[in-house]
């Protein structure tokens, strides 16, 4: 992860999470400060709504696999 500041910019690089739709969504709040409130609302709402949805689907999948009795040698 890196969150060394752009020494062109004096932003930092939003940290890389592996999961392409995480970020995305991060990356896409980067340059809100240079937005007007309306747009930086609309923004913010747009990265939780992602994040939500990969929230919301790996508790789906992780709640599939709750139930199952682990097989001989699993630890």
């Known amino acids: 992860m890196s969150d060394e500041p752009d020494r062109a910019s004096g932003r930092t ?5 592996g999961d ?11 340059d809100l400060d240079d937005l007007p409130a309306g747009a930086r609302l609309e923004r913010l709402t747009e990265a939780h709504e992602a994040l939500v949805e990969v929230l919301e689907t790996s508790r789906d ?4 696999q709750a139930g199952r009795i682990p097989g ?3 630890h």
């Open 72 to 74: 001989p040698g699993a």
């Open 20 to 30: 392409e739709r995480i970020d995305s969504a991060i990356a896409a709040l980067g």
């Open 13 to 17: 690089t939003p940290p890389v999470t």
């Open 61 to 64: 999948s992780s709640a599939g």
